[in-house]
């Protein structure tokens, strides 16, 4: 039996329904509740995307979430950008209604905001959680050096100092000193260690740890 839309008069056979109305004007109405403008966040310095409170990787797919999550509409399922100009996406959404999945297209207005994430904050103002001292042979200083730097950033930290001392020796500042322990076992390496109180955060004593190595001249 042909069905007729209440609201457009369009019939069934022409255009497809859910329940008593066409799909077009089910779309339409699912139009009215969706956001024209949206904010995306993104950090200035790495480029990452900010998306439900976590910074990812500035990919497709993930500005695809970011979209999604930036619209936070019930019911829908994805939300896939067809193309992105400066001001506005042109996006398709997928949308649930009565256990049947509809797909459109929509033209949302979006504003990237500009944030800066923990990590570049944190290298721009130099933080640090250990020093590692390392004395001694320059040709073993140089080899460990390179192993630290390729440890720490292959893992998300990174070396925010370098200091050269008159003897040769370096002094290596580190945003994560939980990775240096982690670096000193893998590497079976046997650091002199100390400690400084830092800071106290939330009743507790947050320290500085400094490893201090020196590396013998061959006989
Ligand atoms: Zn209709
Ligand atoms: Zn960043």
Known sequence: MIKYCPLCNASSDKIHFIGEFCENCLIKDIKK????????????????????GEYIENTKS???????????????????????????????ITYL???EYVKFDDIIRYKMIHQICQECYRKSS???EAIVQLRGNKQHIDTIVNKIQKFVES?????????????????????????????????????????????????????????????????
């Open 97 to 99: 209604i009565d256990d």
């Open 155 to 219: 893992r998300g930290a990174f070396i925010s100092k370098i200091e050269t001392l008159d003897n040769g020796g370096l002094d290596l500042y580190l945003s994560d000193k939980s990775m240096m322990k982690t670096f000193f076992l893998i590497y079976k390496l046997n650091p002199k260690k100390s400690y400084t109180l830092y800071s106290i955060k939330n009743g507790k004593k947050v320290f500085r740890n400094t490893y201090f190595l020196k590396f013998e001249d061959p006989q």
């Open 62 to 92: 993930n500005l695809n979430a970011a979209m999604f999550s930036a619209l936070d509409i019930k019911r829908c399922k994805s939300v896939k950008i067809n193309s992105i100009d400066e001001k506005f996406a042109n996006i398709n």
């Open 33 to 52: 509740i969706i956001k024209k403008e949206v904010k995306i966040e993104f950090c200035n310095r790495c480029n990452r995307l900010k998306v439900n």
């Open 126 to 128: 130099g933080y640090y």
